[in-house]
């Protein structure tokens, strides 16, 4: 019998449904879920709360001292706040920084005409007001002021032009000298109201982000920001959707609206700051090695979710194994765990690009970005979201073991009253968590760390959807300190098991890369008839060669995935291994028949590579960043909007389950990430086709040479 068959004989009770298991000794698990406290980690969110977290401005700055002072005391000893230039102008790798902002006050209100007043000339307002009512104020509400806003001290007439992000928005009527009503955020809208048009200012009511209850509640202020990198200075201020709808109908009814705006604000230059420090790890082999628990700092206040909760909850992952090492209730650390809070996405970018030492001790990342929210009231989903394939690693398995471990003892929990499942805080809910484990999405700093240019394989822990998100109601009355402890657990366990195994302790992870295997084998069969729709109707149309592209893309997944286990164990422990029985497992699993699998096999060898293979430069970093297109600046915005991946994609078969194609900010974010000097133009075709579905090899090479074009990769001399 073959090594790997015997190892799956072993594991099929583990396929039948039992119990997620844990890969800590049940000691050692017990003691991290007994110490993680869900009520400190929202006392920390609570402070977090207070402080508008703006990057580079005096409250950010605070919340970074607070948070600094609560890291020492949780054990990071070398805890320190690091400072990078925030001047509109440097470049951190493809990112180009902003100007750090601050705010002092806001208010708008509708005013009156006195009645005596008369206007001075055809386009200017009457010379007296009187005040009518306040409609926000900076002292009530900080989301109120657009972040980015300059200073304005301005009495306008309010014009609606409904998004305000076309020229038709505009046509017949008078903009200039006025304050435009938009249902767009203000940085969509800049362009063309202010620089275009000559408003003074914009009036936003922007709705939540896309989600079941987006609109539902008219009463929600969102989050808005104008563009980082304009020249033009000029406010936005941030009203409801129930405020709007009063405006919009007084407008259309004839009546003329008249707003004063007081904005004192401004861009200024400054500082990002990145706070950081480690748990140090022990063995002498392995101590320079690096776990990375990751969170974003920044937000509106209150931005109790998003993410005053996974800084918290970092927070009390650091007290947790400090305090439980210390005390010798679990084994040290072998490898080093190290925190980051930091600006997101744009201050992880730049703390990697900026210590190249580190990112290379860098084994693993941690990151939580929304962990708190009430499932209740927000209406989250937990999400243990993997890598992207470019970034294969059985890190995504360690998560889902511990994400599905704690889900379980949790639905137990709830069914039967049991104490023995108890993984809940004693002021928090007694909820069965709702956890998926997902494919990978943008949308936080993750994808910094997953970036072709570190290559950090990231687990990402996220509530999805949230209806308060990025609001003036995502406060601590939304988070429930349960939910807080669970993901801590997650996060704690995940790093501890990571920062402690080597070849010694490896044979629990071993068994469960290839169970998880399997599963993922048999759940892509989903994907593979979804994949089949879409290649049948592709173009051009070749969809026998789009599966078998497809199932080769499975296979060698899950066999990349196995392989990543030598930088934790050694190459030797996974020599040991039988990997081509592994892999000849894998392709049966797959659904090719006996008589065709070596035939298979014979075509997943690697080959040497025709045509060209295009390499990286020094620019690290994905394209887009934040708000800055690093390809849209030097290649142009138009030239950059026509190329086909952004242009054309949307007149691709969508797909006819509820399988989603991907945007084509994946697109091109994996075909970034596999320029490695290796893989043809036609290898990275094939591989984003099999991951998102098909699309033209045309498409590739014209976003490669784009690339070329502002000097992010090469192609070789002829």
């Given at each position: 019998?073959?090594?790997?068959?015997?190892?799956?004989?072993?594991?099929?009770?583990?396929?039948?449904?039992?119990?997620?298991?844990?890969?800590?000794?049940?000691?050692?698990?017990?003691?991290?879920?007994?110490?993680?406290?869900?009520?400190?980690?929202?006392?920390?969110?609570?402070?977090?709360?207070?402080?508008?977290?703006?990057?580079?401005?005096?409250?950010?700055?605070?919340?970074?001292?607070?948070?600094?002072?609560?890291?020492?005391?949780?054990?990071?000893?070398?805890?320190?706040?690091?400072?990078?230039?925030?001047?509109?102008?440097?470049?951190?790798?493809?990112?180009?920084?902003?100007?750090?902002?601050?705010?002092?006050?806001?208010?708008?209100?509708?005013?009156?005409?006195?009645?005596?007043?008369?206007?001075?000339?055809?386009?200017?307002?009457?010379?007296?007001?009187?005040?009518?009512?306040?409609?926000?104020?900076?002292?009530?509400?900080?989301?109120?002021?657009?972040?980015?806003?300059?200073?304005?001290?301005?009495?306008?007439?309010?014009?609606?032009?409904?998004?305000?992000?076309?020229?038709?928005?505009?046509?017949?009527?008078?903009?200039?000298?006025?304050?435009?009503?938009?249902?767009?955020?203000?940085?969509?809208?800049?362009?063309?109201?202010?620089?275009?048009?000559?408003?003074?200012?914009?009036?936003?009511?922007?709705?939540?982000?896309?989600?079941?209850?987006?609109?539902?509640?008219?009463?929600?202020?969102?989050?808005?920001?104008?563009?980082?990198?304009?020249?033009?200075?000029?406010?936005?201020?941030?009203?409801?959707?129930?405020?709007?709808?009063?405006?919009?109908?007084?407008?259309?009814?004839?009546?003329?609206?008249?707003?004063?705006?007081?904005?004192?604000?401004?861009?200024?230059?400054?500082?990002?700051?990145?706070?950081?420090?480690?748990?140090?790890?022990?063995?002498?082999?392995?101590?320079?090695?690096?776990?990375?628990?990751?969170?974003?700092?920044?937000?509106?206040?209150?931005?109790?979710?998003?993410?005053?909760?996974?800084?918290?909850?970092?927070?009390?992952?650091?007290?947790?194994?400090?305090?439980?090492?210390?005390?010798?209730?679990?084994?040290?650390?072998?490898?080093?765990?190290?925190?980051?809070?930091?600006?997101?996405?744009?201050?992880?970018?730049?703390?990697?690009?900026?210590?190249?030492?580190?990112?290379?001790?860098?084994?693993?990342?941690?990151?939580?970005?929304?962990?708190?929210?009430?499932?209740?009231?927000?209406?989250?989903?937990?999400?243990?979201?993997?890598?992207?394939?470019?970034?294969?690693?059985?890190?995504?398995?360690?998560?889902?073991?511990?994400g599905e471990y704690v889900r379980d003892l949790s639905d137990q929990f709830a069914a039967t009253g049991e104490p023995q499942f108890g993984v809940h805080a004693s002021d928090g809910s007694k909820d069965a968590l709702h956890l998926e484990i997902s494919e990978y999405t943008e949308g936080s700093d993750h994808q910094v760390y997953d970036e072709g240019s570190f290559r950090i394989p990231a687990i990402y822990l996220n509530d999805w959807p949230d209806r308060y998100i990025h609001t003036n109601e995502d406060s601590i009355d939304k988070i429930d300190s349960t939910k807080l402890k669970r993901a801590a657990i997650v996060g704690a366990a995940s790093g501890y098991f990571l920062a402690n195994l080597d070849s010694t302790n490896?044979?629990?992870?071993?068994?469960?890369?290839?169970?998880?295997?399997?599963?993922?084998?048999?759940?892509?069969?989903?994907?593979?008839?979804?994949?089949?729709?879409?290649?049948?109707?592709?173009?051009?149309?070749?969809?026998?060669?789009?599966?078998?592209?497809?199932?080769?893309?499975?296979?060698?997944?899950?066999?990349?995935?196995?392989?990543?286990?030598?930088?934790?164990?050694?190459?030797?422990?996974?020599?040991?291994?039988?990997?081509?029985?592994?892999?000849?497992?894998?392709?049966?699993?797959?659904?090719?028949?006996?008589?065709?699998?070596?035939?298979?096999?014979?075509?997943?060898?690697?080959?040497?590579?025709?045509?060209?293979?295009?390499?990286?430069?020094?620019?690290?970093?994905?394209?887009?960043?934040?708000?800055?297109?690093?390809?849209?600046?030097?290649?142009?915005?138009?030239?950059?909007?026509?190329?086909?991946?952004?242009?054309?994609?949307?007149?691709?078969?969508?797909?006819?389950?509820?399988?989603?194609?991907?945007?084509?900010?994946?697109?091109?974010?994996?075909?970034?990430?596999?320029?490695?000097?290796?893989?043809?133009?036609?290898?990275?075709?094939?591989?984003?086709?099999?991951?998102?579905?098909?699309?033209?090899?045309?498409?590739?090479?014209?976003?490669?040479?784009?690339?070329?074009?502002?000097?992010?990769?090469?192609?070789?001399?002829?």
């Amino acid at each position: 019998m073959r090594k790997g068959a015997a190892i799956f004989l072993l594991l099929i009770p583990h396929l039948c449904g039992a119990q997620s298991q844990s890969l800590l000794p049940e000691s050692t698990m017990h003691h991290i879920m007994e110490e993680v406290s869900g009520g400190s980690a929202k006392r920390n969110l609570q402070a977090i709360t207070t402080f508008n977290r703006v990057r580079g401005s005096r409250d950010f700055h605070d919340a970074a001292e607070f948070v600094l002072a609560r890291a020492r005391e949780n054990g990071l000893t070398d805890a320190r706040i690091e400072r990078f230039p925030a001047d509109g102008r440097r470049l951190y790798g493809a990112l180009k920084a902003r100007q750090a902002w601050d705010a002092d006050s806001a208010d708008l209100w509708e005013v009156l005409p006195e009645k005596n007043s008369r206007p001075r000339g055809p386009h200017t307002a009457p010379s007296a007001f009187s005040l009518l009512r306040r409609i926000c104020s900076w002292e009530d509400m900080r989301v109120c002021l657009a972040e980015d806003s300059e200073s304005a001290d301005v009495t306008a007439e309010l014009i609606d032009v409904g998004s305000g992000t076309n020229e038709k928005d505009y046509e017949n009527k008078e903009v200039k000298g006025k304050i435009v009503l938009i249902s767009s955020q203000g940085s969509a809208a800049q362009k063309l109201a202010v620089d275009r048009f000559g408003a003074v200012g914009m009036v936003s009511y922007a709705l939540n982000q896309s989600q079941g209850w987006q609109g539902e509640d008219d009463s929600l202020v969102r989050w808005g920001h104008l563009d980082s990198y304009s020249s033009t200075r000029t406010f936005a201020f941030q009203v409801s959707l129930r405020q709007a709808r009063d405006f919009r109908n007084r407008l259309a009814h004839g009546e003329k609206v008249w707003l004063r705006a007081r904005v004192k604000a401004g861009r200024h230059d400054g500082f990002y700051e990145v706070v950081t420090g480690t748990l140090p790890g022990s063995d002498e082999r392995l101590k320079n090695e690096e776990i990375v628990f990751s969170c974003h700092l920044d937000h509106q206040m209150p931005g109790a979710n998003d993410n005053a909760s996974g800084c918290s909850a970092i927070l009390e992952v650091a007290r947790t194994i400090h305090r439980l090492t210390g005390e010798k209730s679990i084994p040290p650390l072998k490898r080093t765990l190290r925190f980051v809070w930091a600006p997101e996405i744009e201050g992880t970018q730049i703390f990697l690009s900026s210590h190249p030492e580190l990112v290379t001790k860098m084994k693993a990342a941690i990151h939580m970005d929304m962990v708190g929210g009430s499932q209740e009231k927000t209406k989250a989903i937990f999400h243990v979201t993997r890598t992207p394939d470019s970034i294969p690693s059985f890190v995504n398995d360690v998560a889902q073991v511990f994400g599905e471990y704690v889900r379980d003892l949790s639905d137990q929990f709830a069914a039967t009253g049991e104490p023995q499942f108890g993984v809940h805080a004693s002021d928090g809910s007694k909820d069965a968590l709702h956890l998926e484990i997902s494919e990978y999405t943008e949308g936080s700093d993750h994808q910094v760390y997953d970036e072709g240019s570190f290559r950090i394989p990231a687990i990402y822990l996220n509530d999805w959807p949230d209806r308060y998100i990025h609001t003036n109601e995502d406060s601590i009355d939304k988070i429930d300190s349960t939910k807080l402890k669970r993901a801590a657990i997650v996060g704690a366990a995940s790093g501890y098991f990571l920062a402690n195994l080597d070849s010694t302790n490896s044979a629990e992870i071993t068994s469960e890369v290839i169970v998880h295997a399997k599963r993922r084998m048999a759940d892509s069969q989903v994907r593979f008839s979804e994949q089949a729709r879409l290649a049948a109707r592709s173009t051009p149309r070749d969809p026998l060669r789009e599966m078998d592209n497809f199932l080769r893309h499975l296979v060698r997944r899950e066999r990349a995935n196995f392989i990543s286990l030598k930088g934790f164990i050694g190459e030797e422990q996974v020599a040991r291994f039988d990997l081509i029985g592994f892999t000849r497992d894998l392709v049966g699993w797959s659904g090719v028949r006996g008589d065709e699998v070596e035939g298979f096999l014979g075509e997943l060898e690697p080959k040497e590579e025709t045509g060209e293979v295009p390499s990286r430069l020094d620019i690290k970093g994905a394209m887009s960043l934040f708000g800055y297109d690093y390809l849209a600046d030097h290649y142009g915005t138009e030239n950059t909007t026509k190329l086909k991946i952004f242009a054309n994609l949307d007149g691709l078969p969508e797909p006819t389950s509820p399988v989603r194609r991907a945007s084509s900010a994946d697109y091109s974010y994996e075909i970034l990430n596999l320029v490695d000097g290796k893989r043809s133009v036609q290898a990275i075709r094939d591989f984003v086709s099999a991951e998102f579905g098909p699309i033209p090899l045309e498409w590739v090479q014209e976003y490669l040479r784009a690339l070329e074009t502002v000097k992010v990769i090469q192609f070789p001399k002829n």
